[in-house]
């Protein structure tokens, strides 16, 4: 993990938050390579989830919602971990992490558990009274509870359809850690998926399946994957049955999704509070009843975490090692890099118009800094599928060389055809894992 976040930080992925201040515990900022890495993390499961889908929509809600949102969900009652303290240093922990009566840091006696809630809170308007509580969203589910009936009269939609959202979420979480694995703000990417209520376990079934087959998909080793059913003990009240998506972390197996069968308890709470009527009107058996909701929600930070962590490698390179990120093209944050091998004219103004060209498609780096060897290096380390070299025999040719990140071969090729070639070597969705884009090359 060490290695991974000074890679972070020395390449521009990620940041501590308000560093020059001494950062802001837990919080972390997205930096030029990070920014883009998370949008493409981001762009995946849009495009899987909502583009090329015909049971799905989108939305994109308000983080502070009416507090009564968070009366009906249960969150203000019961979103809480009970926490710890310890009498002697006053350090804080979560019970259920420590697992003893003394604190592991001094040895001082804990105090009993009390259950800590783990809602932010702030105050919407000028006065700041009880009246005038709102909370930072803990979970991007709620937004789209309240708006299932706008959907379903907007779209007309029918059963079993799906809304999905990516945004920000907010926890006052006890203990946090593992770079950005727990942090107090974070993305979040859910689905709530309806369905008929005698279908729910075949549709839990399909999205468990679905799930791990998209971080499959976005390049993530099938070894470092697996599936954990929670044991009946474990499960929310309301939860008929919950799965977790777990990756293996520097820090262990933890979980990256969770998928989830909620029954129609989300629902129904927001029919008893609001006293709005969600019922759907089953056209084909004229029934009306409440949905079942399938909720696969996975983290984009943990997302990110897993990519890189996946991706990492150290090789040999010559008489060197190298670092470099296998990242999947599809999240690679430049898919190229075009690299005039001087900077001198007409070399320039020939690599400026190769990379006019390549950046119309792809995200596309220009580096004419230090020596090609130290420039080939950088774009290893960041991920960067293919370096396009123009030299003084491109001049001549009008060829350029392109060199492979991963197996580090080059091969020559006309300028003309540099886009239909990489288009053939990056069409990332044409390739379903690491594996067959690297067969394919
Ligand atoms: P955990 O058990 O790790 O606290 P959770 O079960 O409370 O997670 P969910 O409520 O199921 O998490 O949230 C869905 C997803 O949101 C998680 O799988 C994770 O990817 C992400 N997530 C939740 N809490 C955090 C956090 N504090 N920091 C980063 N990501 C988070």
Redesign the pocket.
């Given at each position: 993990m060490d290695k991974i976040v000074s890679l972070c930080r020395r390449r521009g992925f990620i940041f501590p938050s308000s560093e020059i201040y001494g950062g802001l515990q837990s919080c972390w900022d997205y930096g030029p390579l990070g920014v883009e890495l998370k949008r493409n993390v981001k762009e995946a499961w849009w495009q899987e989830m909502i583009t090329r889908r015909d049971d799905t929509v989108g939305l994109d809600t308000s983080i502070l919602m009416h507090p009564q949102v968070w009366q009906a969900s249960g969150h203000v009652a019961g979103f809480s971990d009970p926490l710890v303290e310890c009498k002697k240093c006053h350090l804080r922990y979560r019970a259920d992490e420590v697992n003893s009566t003394v604190c592991p840091a001094c040895g001082g006696e804990l105090t009993e558990p009390h259950q800590f809630n783990l809602m932010f809170k702030t105050f919407m308007g000028p006065i700041e009274d009880d009246a005038a509580i709102v909370y930072l969203r803990p979970?991007t589910a709620q937004g789209i509870f309240v708006n299932f009936q706008n959907v379903l009269n907007t779209t007309r939609k029918k059963l079993p359809f799906g809304i999905g959202q990516i945004g920000k979420s907010f926890?006052n979480?006890i203990t946090t850690g593992n770079f950005i694995?727990?942090?107090?703000e974070?993305e979040?990417m859910e689905m709530e998926f309806f369905v008929k209520p005698e279908t729910a376990d075949k549709w839990f079934e399909y999205w468990t399946k679905e799930r791990l087959d998209f971080y499959r998909r976005i390049g993530l080793r099938p070894e470092n994957l697996r599936l954990r059913p929670h044991e009946k003990a474990e499960l929310a009240f309301y939860s008929r049955g919950t799965s977790d998506i777990e990756y293996y972390f520097p820090h262990g197996w933890a979980?990256?999704?969770?998928i989830a069968n909620r029954g129609s308890y989300d629902l129904e709470q927001h029919v008893r509070c609001s006293g709005k009527n969600f019922e759907y009107f089953d056209d084909e058996t004229k029934e009306h009843y409440l949905p079942y909701i399938i909720e696969p929600?996975?983290?984009v930070?943990?997302t990110v975490l897993a990519a890189l962590c996946d991706a990492y490698a150290e090789e040999p390179d010559k008489d060197e090692i190298r670092a470099v990120l296998h990242l999947h093209p599809r999240l690679a944050p430049f898919k190229v890099a075009v690299l005039p091998l001087s900077r001198k004219e007409p070399l320039t103004k020939l690599a400026r118009e190769v990379h006019n060209t390549v950046r119309r498609l792809w995200r596309a780096d220009y580096d004419d800094a230090q020596s090609i060897g130290r420039r080939y290096r950088r774009q290893d380390e960041i991920g960067t599928p293919f370096c396009i070299t123009v030299d003084f025999q491109s001049l001549e040719d009008k060829q350029v060389t392109v060199r492979d990140r991963d197996t580090m071969n080059q091969i020559r090729i006309p300028i003309g055809e540099i886009e239909n070639t990489l288009a053939a070597k990056l069409g990332g969705e044409a390739f379903a894992s690491k594996e067959l884009w690297y067969t394919a090359q």
């Open positions: 979970e926890r979480e694995f727990r942090s107090r974070f979040q979980e990256l999704e969770g929600s996975s983290g930070d943990r």
